[in-house]
Each structure stands twice: as C-alpha cells, then as structure tokens.
C-alpha cells in the first residue's frame, strides 16, 4: 500500500493553476487516494447530519455543497484519464473502482440523518429568507437525494443501492469493450488499388494512423475522422463495406468485448430502479426531470422531424440514383454506399468538394477561430501555457481571463484520435466554478477525435469536423464562463435537454462568412476562402440534411422506445427489438443509424444520455431560434444580445430553471419554425407561411 505522504494524489496539487500531477500519477495512486477521499467524505457528511443546530441553509445545504472536494477532485481527474488516456493498467482499476465509488455515492444520499436535515431545510424553504439562487440549490439537491432513494423504504432503498453498484459496473464495462473494438480494428490498405479515390488528406491520415500503430501500410481506423472520409471517398466498395461493418458492429462480437448481454442487464436494472420510484418505465423517471416533462412532447417532436426526414431523404435519394444511373450502377444502395454517392451529388451539383474544401480549415485556425468570437462576443482571452505538466504531448493549455483581464479559468485542448482514447467527441471538467467556501476557478477540457496529420504537417479538417468543434468549445464556454456561488449549480450542471444549447448555439458561428472570411485561410497559400465557394457550401449544407437527421433521429427513437418499457415487457434481445422498431418505423434501408445499441455509448458507458438522446433536437430548436435575436440585430456579434447571452445562458448555471433563463435572453418562448428552417426540413409552403 503506497504511503499518503508519497501519493500525489493526496499531496498539495502545486502545478500552474492547479492541474493536476500528470507527470507523477500512476494508476496504482488512485485506489488508496479514493480510500482516504471517501472516508474523509464520509467524515465531512457525519458531521453535518450530527450538526447539533437546527437545520438551515448555510450549517446543512451550503455545507453539504462544500463537502467532498478532495471525493470530487479525484474523481474528475480518474474519469477524464480512464476516457483520455486509458493504460490497461488505468482500465483495470476503472473496473475495480467503479463498483465502490457507485456504493459511495449511495452512501451519501442514502445518510439517513443527513436527508432528515435537508428534508427539514426544504419543508421550511419558503420561510427562510433565501435569495433565487440559495432556493434552487435546496430543491435541486433534495430532488438529487429524493431520485437516488432517500425516501424509499429501507428494502426498497437497499435494492437501490445494490442496482446502482451494479450498473457502475456494467457501464464501465461496456465503454472499455468499445474501445477494445474500436483499438483492435484496421482496415490496412495495402495497394495503391486500396485507397482509389481517396484523396491526399485521407492518405496522409491513414499513414499516420499507420505510423502511430507501427504498421508498414496505411490504416484505417474506426476513428469518426477517418472511417467517414473513407466512407465518403474510397471508390472501392468491397473496402467500405468492410469498414461500414466494423464501425457498426462494435460491441456486438461473440468473446469478452460483446455488450449485448450487458445491455440486456443495464435495460432491467433501469427499469427496477424506475419501478422502486414508482413510474411505468425508465423513460418516464428520466423525463420527470427535464424540459420535456414527458414522453409525449418527446414523441411530438421525434415524429414530426422524422417524417420530415424521411422524405427529405427521399428527394435526397432520387439526386443520388439519378447520378447511379448515369454512371451505369444499377445495384442496391446499401449504408455503405450513400456517402460515397452523395459526396457525388455534392461535386456535380454544389460544386463542393471536399479536398477542395479541407485545406482552408487547418485545425490550427480553426482553434483561433473559436477563440477569437469567444473574445469578440464575451471578452475573454487564451494565452497558452507553455511547459504545464499534461497527461499527453498532444494536449494543450490555456490560460483564460476575462475582459478586465482577471483569471477565469483554465483549457485544456485535446484534438487527436489515439487508440487509447474513446471515441466521439466531449467536454469535462477536471474542476468546476464556484465561490462556496472560497473561489475557485474552473478546469475545463475539450476532446475530440480528429485525424492528426503527419509530423510537419498541417491538420486539416472538414466542414463537419469544424462544427464538432466549434460545437465542444461550446460546451467548454459554458464551463468556463459559469458565474455562481455553489458547486451544484455550476456550469454545465443543468437539466440535460438545456446543457446542448450553449454548444450547438455556438457551431453558428463556425458557419458566419464574416467568421470564415477571417480565419479560413488556405494553408499553403494563406489566402482566404473565396466567397464564392462559401456561398457553395453554404447551399450544399442542405444537401444531406435529411440523411443526418434520419440517423439521428433513428436512434433517438430507438432509445426512448428500449427506455420506455416496464421491466416485464423488456425483450430478450434488445439488438433484435432495436431492429424491429426501425423497420417499423420505416427506417430508409440505406441510412443506417447514428448508434447502435451495442455501441451506443450515449446510452450504456453512464447514465447521462440514457431516455435522452432526443435532447440534441430539443435544444436545437432551442439554438435556432436563440441564433435569430442575433440575426433579428443586424450582427453575429451584436454586443447587447452578446451580453443577454452571456448573463442568461453560458454564466448563470443552474441558478433558475430552463424555461426561464431562455425567456429572460431571447423575451419569449422557443419556437420550432427556426429550427425546421435550418435543416430544410419545411416545405415551401410552410416556409413562406
């Protein structure tokens, strides 16, 4: 057992900022830290539950709030380098940690004594004097202990508890079987044959790809940015077929990677939990807490896009078989084929194409670019922290201030695919915002899974790859910015169908001529991107939309629909029902979906996105027309509707509920119309209405 005084988990964390010692901690660290994490944890919550004083705001929920902070340390650091930077040896203590951190957490909201006091805190609420931020804080943490058990019957919460450990387990499982498939596979392409069609930046992605797993040929990976383009360009269609079947069969192999049995069990064990809470079905716990509320409005607005979509796809379909034809293919369209012929569709009749495209969007540039309308909209700034101790060389630091100049925070940015990393791409936090206690500013960091050129070249990304980021940074942005007093609602603590408004808000501005005109310069020439071919990509944005919003939207449904049923009526064999409800729902053959359940990391690696896949449509409507009151004042870059934002939506946290922190920036209601305009999902005659 390693000594305390020799842990540096346990040790003062002295690297600039705070970060934490990336370059002294091993895996072995963090199973002693957690042991004196959680029983100084457990200490720290005895205390207040024994708290001789009457039950009030600041001796039980403010202190409960400050509670934890070396539990909370720990734990943001471990997840963020189990997603990251995952060791075998950082995966195996994953797996034997989660089980009892998961019986930590039930520790905490099933302390008898101290649920008593926060119960006493809530019942008197109204009668205390407490300001709109101090009230949100008591209800949203006595709704936390009200949904985790505390108010179940002592068998009843037992079960609870012995549900929850499990499903740290299951899902911890199921995240490192993904990565397991995702770092085993390589379609290596080794004739100039193989990469026909391809064009140079693939190759040279699939050569690095190659290089950095010490094989003598190209690769391709099931990294997003490198199958897609694959998918996209190879004129070799036995090639994209194999790829289209390993990116979507991951977890779904017979030996120890194989998630089907483990989304049988997460699914049943989600559906006992609901049942102790008393609700029909996962869905409808789940929903009770969001802007949604039920499954109703979740179904209105996956079933209008969806037909939408489908005949959007439809029109998109008839472009693609009129140029199949013409070239003389006659088969099947299979999933594999679309995004081939599309990109077709997409040079003949946009003009577009993408290794035309690509080497105006050098990550490099891109990076400033989102910086710069960070700067212009908010006045906030990113200087690089040169020499910080980070876990990867790829990672960089930024230190963040505000318009005065003051400190607000720290970025991390880590762009690259690695097999040691899961797929996707995401926002964390390594610390959070709050002035409970003390100020301590936020640790924010941006992953995403892009395609690293080689040595002494330029990264270039696609248009898609730009959104991705812009959309992270987003995210990163309403950490960052977060202004509140108590840790529980910081940042992006919110109700999960709001927390993707600040990000998908900000891909907007990753679309704005003004933006491209300044930042997308040609990487060789250094010439800006041509108007004209803005104007270009611009229209061929709709090209498509159907397409993507199929997959999308596939999946969403098929997570509400596993989510929404009670425990008796769960199938045997969820990958089978996941199946039947795609066809029943008529789900085009060739579009595939964007997850599949075996994979469907959303659902099965946590529990954040589970019943609540849907949420990135609610909150694009959300976005589109939040995006408008700039529109509506004549400038992406207005000041007073930048201020509104910024106070109302990227700082203000958790501190009121969604709906009205929408209303107070944008004066009203959201409506659906924006959005529906911005996929092309309106037909003519609603959209002139």
Known sequence: MLQHATNPLLAPWTAPHG???????????????????????????????????EPDFENTIAAFDRSGRLMNRLEACFSNLAASEATAELRDAQRALAPRIAAHDNAIYLHEPLFRRIDAVWQRRGQLGLDAQQLRLVERIHLDFVRTGARLASEARARHAQIMERLATLTTQFGQNVLADESAYRLELRTEEDQAGLPDFVRAAAREAARERQLPHPVITLSRSLVVPFLTFSARRDLREQAWRAWT??????????????????????????????????????????????????????????????????????????????????????????????????QR????????????????????????CAQRLFGVQFTELAGAPLYHPDVKAYEVRDAQGQPIGVFLHDNFARPSKRSGAWMSAYRVQHRNGSTVLPIIVNNNNFAKAAAGEPTLLSFDDVRTLFHEFGHGLHGLLSSVTYERLSGTAVLRDFVELPSQLYEHWATEPEVLQRHARHVHTGEPIPQALIQRLQAAERFGQGYEAVRYVGSALTDMAAHALPLAELPADPVAFEAAVLAQRGLPQA????????????????????????VYLWAEVLDADAYGAFAEAGSPFDAEVAGRLLRHIYAAGNTVAP????????????QVEPMLRQRGLLQDTEATA
């Open 659 to 670: 709906e009205q922190a929408f209303a107070a920036f944008r004066g009203r209601g959201p």
């Open 249 to 346: 069969s991951r977890g779904e192999h017979a030996g120890p990677t194989d998630n089907r049995a483990l989304v049988h069990e997460i699914l049943a064990l989600r559906a006992e939990r609901a049942a102790l809470h008393g609700h029909a079905s996962f869905a409808d716990f789940t929903l009770a807490d969001t802007m949604a509320g039920t499954q109703a409005a979740v179904a209105n607005l996956l079933d209008d896009v969806w037909t939408r979509a489908v005949d959007t796809m439809g029109r998109e379909r008839a472009q693609i078989d009129a140029l199949r034809a013409e070239a003389g293919d006659t088969g099947t369209l299979e999933p594999w084929d679309w995004r081939y012929w599309a990109e077709q569709v997409r």
């Open 591 to 614: 579009a595939g979906v964007n997850h599949r359940f075996t994979h469907f990391q959303h659902l099965f690696a946590g529990h954040g996105y589970a019943a609540g896949y849907y």
């Open 19 to 53: 970060l934490p010692p990336f370059d002294q901690i091993s895996a072995e660290h963090f199973a002693p830290a957690f042991e004196v994490a959680m029983q100084q944890h457990r200490d720290e919550l005895d205390a207040i539950g024994a708290h001789e004083a």
């Open 349 to 372: 009749h946009y003009a577009i194409d993408d290794a035309e495209v690509k080497p105006y969007f050098a990550l490099d540039r891109m990076v400033a670019a989102a910086f710069d």
